[in-house]
């Protein structure tokens, strides 16, 4: 199924089995009716007006991820609404239907007679078999519609306020066996993720990928950078579709960790109250007191990182059929991707393997988690070491607070993200520039921290192309005062005759109130402004998003920040490219070219202005390696222009992350981007 027609067709089955007009609406499904007919007494029945979350039983891990109970099962707390049938919130919509046949089955209800109570039916006291839950047809909605909304709360809570999805649609589908196959993706044309499973056989249980925490919370998260960040998928360098899937990845790992009590059910089998690291005895014998915390810091790492918690995607990983370099398809806990054990080096950067987005991403989540084994080994040292090993409740302790720390720092980092031409320097570049805004005293070094794992697979901020009205959120990693800092020279260009930078910043004539929310008001400011800016607003420049946030330290500072993002374009042929950026072999003189440049400025609750991450238009080296990558990829739009789209249409652009569809994507199917 192909092509427009396709599309027209599954959006209107989705419609329709979702609709007030569809003859299963009203069928609540068995376990809803026996449980209105027969109340349990046991078990919580939550008023979800009278509160802000409500707790939801889901699988904190693959199901094949088990200890003595079972499979990993927890309550997570999600956000409280009016529930409908399917599960349905105002965010997202569980749709039971087969993209591919178009056979629907009826929705689900998590309530017996109100839309505003609830009770877990699948609770450890109401249901203690947690063994059974995988053939659970509603248990299955319930996982994936509460792992889905925590993963936007988780959003919406470090960015300070609610995330649009791409679509303008207020609810995004869910559709839990859309597809009969061992894979799950989001997709732009059906306005929802789609989750593959597969029947038992050949002895192996049945698989549905809507019970993996990992898969679910990888998926949605594809789903809320494309509201956030709709141009990261744009022809450019593969840096920014690798941060599509490196931020996914990271998303579904570190958030984990905020499930209650799942570090400390993964961290030792059994019911052991201490785990042993097996390294601490040769390192305590040690008489040099640095040598000593040295070896203890890292045996200790090379543990953490052995743990399910640092692997992604058991349970698919352990039916996959042709893993990569990097991938761990054997021992007791099998898994999709294992980033954290990749090795420093920049030797990735001239490896054709690390050209691919899919396999880039690696770097970054290796950065990360590496980042994330060395916090939390570190955490450990003032740990009293008993005879059988370190207590294991402190040791959860205190990789749940790494862990949580480390995710917040990179989603708050995605507003401060250029919008267009991204580059793994970036990223790191405004994951830091963010913590400093929001926690300036950084009390356990997580940014050096961060700095090092970065710097070791060579990427480091770049000389920084930032406009620092208050000198305290630029990096100085090369010393360099904030705000003063070089940057590479842009392309020779004419200087506006008519911009000035002897005034300084002016805000006269500028409405502050509309400047919250106005994109003309931002593009006002813009124009006034634009050589102390160093925007050069002869280029044609568009205000495409202007936003509030509140925002909350880990130290209790609370900042209000008003955030607008604006791009640049430039279309010319390649004989016309300003001097400095250089067309590779392959283009024509008379060819067309579409080049991108654009940024975020940043102002105070008040409206003063404070800061300005900018992504020049005229970066030569940016530009000249981006039209390198394009003609090694063979990008050239539908119009014959170089960068101007990729062929595959603004839909289809995610399936990308995965070359090995990448030509049947073209052809054949109408789904934009797959998990594995």
């Known amino acids: 199924m192909s092509g427009p027609t396709a599309r027209t067709r599954v959006l209107d089955l989705i419609e329709h089995v979702s609709g007030p007009l569809s003859d299963d609406e009203h069928d609540p499904g068995p376990q809803a009716r026996a449980a209105a007919q027969h109340p349990d007494p046991g078990g919580a029945r939550h008023n979800l007006l009278r509160q802000e979350a409500v707790p939801m039983t889901v699988l904190a891990q693959d199901p094949s991820v088990v200890d003595e109970h079972g499979p990993v099962r927890a309550q997570i707390p999600v956000p409280a609404e009016r529930l409908q049938r399917g599960p349905r919130g105002h965010r997202f919509h569980v749709v039971h239907l087969n993209v591919g046949t178009g056979q629907a089955t009826p929705p689900v209800l998590l309530h017996a007679d109100d839309a ?7 609770s450890v006291e109401r249901h203690p078999d947690a063994t059974t839950l995988s053939g659970d047809r509603e248990f299955r909605a319930q996982n994936v519609y509460a792992v889905a909304a925590r993963t936007l709360a988780l959003f919406e809570q470090h960015l300070g306020r609610p995330i649009p999805w791409r679509s303008g649609s207020p609810q995004l589908y869910l559709i839990p066996q859309a597809l009969v196959e061992a894979n799950a993706f989001y997709s732009r044309e059906h306005n929802g993720v789609l ?7 050949g002895g192996r249980p049945a698989l549905y990928t809507a019970l993996s925490h990992d898969v679910i919370a990888h998926e949605v998260s594809h789903a809320i950078l494309d509201g956030l960040r709709p141009r990261f998928t744009e022809p450019g360098l593969p840096d920014q579709l690798a941060f599509h899937e490196a931020l996914a990845d990271l998303v579904a790992l570190l958030s984990v960790f905020t499930v209650p009590g799942v570090a400390r059910r993964l961290l030792v089998p059994g019911n052991s109250d201490h785990i042993l690291f097996p390294s601490d005895a040769d390192a305590l014998r040690m008489p040099d007191r640095e040598e000593r915390a040295a070896a203890l810091l890292a045996g200790r790492a090379v543990l953490l990182m052995h743990l399910p918690l640092a692997r992604l995607a058991e349970e698919v990983g352990g039916r996959a059929q042709r893993p990569s370099v990097g991938d761990d398809t054997s021992g007791r806990f099998p898994a999709l991707r294992w980033s ?41 040292e003032p740990l009293r070491v008993e005879d059988d090993g370190l207590d294991a409740d402190r040791v959860a302790e205190e990789g749940v607070k790494s862990a949580r720390h480390l995710l917040a720092m990179l989603l708050r980092g995605l507003d401060y993200l250029p919008p267009v031409d991204l580059g793994l320097a970036d990223v790191i570049d405004a994951v830091l ?3 400093r805004r929001l926690a300036p005293e950084d009390e356990h070094d997580y940014r050096t921290a961060l700095e090092h794992a970065f710097a070791g697979f060579g990427i480091t901020s770049p000389r920084h192309p930032m406009v620092d009205a208050d000198g305290m959120a630029a990096p100085a990693g090369d010393g360099t005062p904030d705000g003063a800092r070089e940057e590479p020279a842009p392309a020779v260009c004419p200087p506006d005759p008519d911009a000035d930078t002897a005034l300084g910043l002016r805000y006269e004539h500028l409405n502050l109130v509309a400047l919250r929310t106005s994109p003309e008001a931002v593009y006002e400011f813009i124009w006034n402004n634009a050589a102390v800016l160093q925007v050069d607003v002869r280029f044609p420049t568009r205000v495409e998003r202007v936003l509030s946030s509140t925002r909350v330290g880990p130290d209790g500072l609370v900042v209000t920040e008003i955030l607008a993002d604006y791009t640049q374009r430039l279309r010319t042929a390649v004989r016309d490219l300003p001097p ?11 060819d067309r070219v579409e080049l991108w440049g654009g940024g975020v400025l940043v102002f105070d609750q008040f409206g003063r202005f404070r800061l300005h991450q900018r992504q020049p238009l005229l970066d030569p080296d940016r530009q000249t390696r981006r039209l390198q990558y394009l003609v090694d990829r063979g990008l050239r739009g539908q119009d014959g222009a170089w960068g101007s789209s990729d062929g595959l249409g603004e839909d289809r652009r995610l399936a990308l992350l995965h070359p090995s569809r990448r030509a049947a994507v073209r052809t054949t199917t109408n789904v934009s981007g797959q998990y594995t």
């Not at 505003?116 to 699948?122: A, V």
């Open 195 to 201: 989750f593959g499973w597969l029947p038992a056989l």
């Open 580 to 590: 400095g950026i250089r067309a590779p072999d392959g283009m024509a003189p008379e």
């Open 433 to 435: 520039t963010a913590d």
């Open 116 to 122: 505003w109570t609830y009770r877990d039916r699948w």
């Open 340 to 380: 954290v054990v990749l090795e420093a080096g920049d030797r990735w950067k001239s490896d054709p393997q690390f050209a691919e987005p899919h396999r880039r991403a690696e770097v970054l989540v290796a950065a990360f988690m590496q980042t994330l084994v060395t916090m939390w080994a570190g955490r450990l």
